[in-house]
């Protein structure tokens, strides 16, 4: 059997596919005819392929493996796109189509590694980066731009060194004194702190770093109490609002009061998402349908007086709808701090920018989510090129006590000894991935 396949080909079957998986008006647009021909393609170009003879060259072992992995992704994203719609449709299909229809299906989607962008670009016409707008309809890019996007974003990422770790003093500088960017940009900085991480630093200069943001803090007590009191809350559905309402409430305050308001943001939306990916479909119609009346309380009340009482009910589903097509843009994104815990540990938590409020409504980056998947799928392989570390094993161990460490520091040389005893608490309950 010849080795001798064409990559170009797949990739080409598949546009079809990203722009249904993308589109959310495309059964209008294109009709079941073109949604059934789109995915017939697609599932010959899977099917065209052939697998890899030996003996073959490293370049091309290389190429079927990423050609493997592309098809796998895009699978994921078709996936996680129809459950998306079907659960915000649910509602008013009135029994017509059921998730648990598909036996298997959601458990698969659960054990993806990584929900992709694809279920929750341009939602609602909202932006995916600063200053960019959503792209006119039929204008997606193809898939060779997006692999060339994600690969130029990647080699800015990769460390030039695994043991080129940062000085102390960056870490202070971003905490206290933030730089504004992008969302991509900020992302990519982020990523390639938690790769490398940060040099060992004395209590005392730690202590001088901070004292100038410590000299401004606020009390900060009162949010660690609510959040043990969310915490000894025995229903599930109920512990959940809470956590919702406590993200949605957005405590703020100044300075290095933000970080402490980070972190336990942090270890709420880690604890929430866990439970989320527990409950079954009927579970998250019903908890969404409490989150909707609490959090757009508001506007329901100012539909109800504005609108005449015939045409309230229709009202209020589309704005249920909305909402639920919002939040699932939001669970995505809390699903990707989630598999960042559980990768890097409480590396996150030194870094705000991965659920800094403004993120979390707007979400990630374009690309972000194959590009993060693209990082963690190579990560084992960069790492061993390197060569600092014996195997990936060594290298996440040695990240992970590095940040736990650092991280204790940073809240004693803060006199919060009371935080790291709550983010020590979470550890042993909810320890990062093996």
């Known amino acids: 059997m010849s080795s001798r396949w064409q990559p170009h080909s797949f990739h080409t ?13 495309v059964g209008k647009r294109l009709g079941k005819q073109k949604i059934r021909a789109g995915s017939m393609s697609a599932l010959s170009a899977v099917g065209s392929l052939e697998p890899l003879d030996r003996p073959s060259t490293p370049p091309s072992r290389r190429e079927f493996t990423n050609t493997l992995r592309l098809a796998r992704e895009f699978i ?19 029994g017509e189509y059921s998730w648990d229809d598909d036996p298997g299906v959601e458990d698969n989607l659960l054990t993806m590694s990584f929900i992709s962008d694809i279920e929750r670009d341009n939602i609602d016409g909202c932006s995916n980066d600063e200053g960019e707008e959503p792209g006119d309809e039929g204008e997606e890019p193809g898939d060779r731009d997006n692999r060339d996007a994600i690969t130029l974003r990647l080699s800015k990422i990769w460390p030039e060194a695994f043991d080129a770790a940062f000085a102390v003093e960056a870490l202070i500088e971003n905490l206290m004194r933030p730089k504004k960017a992008s969302f991509a940009k900020r992302e990519d900085d982020a990523l390639n702190r938690l790769l490398v991480g940060y040099s060992p630093t004395t209590m005392p200069y730690l202590k001088s770093l901070l004292q100038e943001g410590m000299n401004n803090m606020t009390q900060w007590t009162d949010i660690l109490e609510l959040s043990q009191d969310i915490d000894a809350e025995d229903n599930v559905k109920q512990c959940l609002l809470k956590r919702e309402k406590f993200l949605h409430e957005n405590p703020q305050g100044e300075n290095l009061v933000l970080f402490i308001c980070y972190v336990v943001r942090t270890v709420h939306i880690i604890k929430f998402q866990s439970a989320w990916n527990e409950l079954s479909q009927n579970e998250r119609t019903k908890y969404l349908d409490e989150a909707f009346s609490y959090l757009r309380k508001d506007d329901i009340e100012d539909m109800r007086f504005r609108t005449p009482q015939p045409k309230q ?32 540990g409480l590396g996150i938590l030194l870094d705000p920018t991965w659920t800094t ?78």
């Not at 546009?15 to 008006?25: F, I, P, R, S, W």
């Not at 994921?76 to 009135?94: F, I, K, N, P, R």
């Not at 589309?318 to 598999?339: D, E, I, S």
């Open 357 to 434: 409020p403004s993120d979390m409504k707007t979400g990630r980056s374009v690309l972000f989510g194959p590009m993060l998947t693209s990082l963690l799928q190579q990560l084992e392989y960069q790492v061993e090129i390197d060569g600092t570390f014996n195997n990936i094993q060594e290298y996440l161990q040695t990240s992970r006590a590095n940040a736990s460490q650092l991280l204790q520091q940073v809240f004693e040389a803060m006199e919060l000894h009371g935080l790291w005893d709550y983010v020590a608490d979470f550890v042993q309950d909810f320890p990062p991935g093996v």
């Open 13 to 25: 079957g598949l546009d079809v596919e990203m722009a249904l998986a993308k589109d959310e008006t």
């Open 76 to 94: 994921g994203q078709m996936t996680s796109h129809v459950a998306m719609l079907a659960t915000v449709s649910e509602d008013y299909l009135e």
């Open 313 to 344: 009910e229709g009202q209020l589903k589309k704005m249920r709808r909305a909402f639920g097509k919002a939040y699932q843009r939001k669970t995505t994104t809390r699903n990707y701090v989630l598999h960042l815990y559980e990768k890097f």
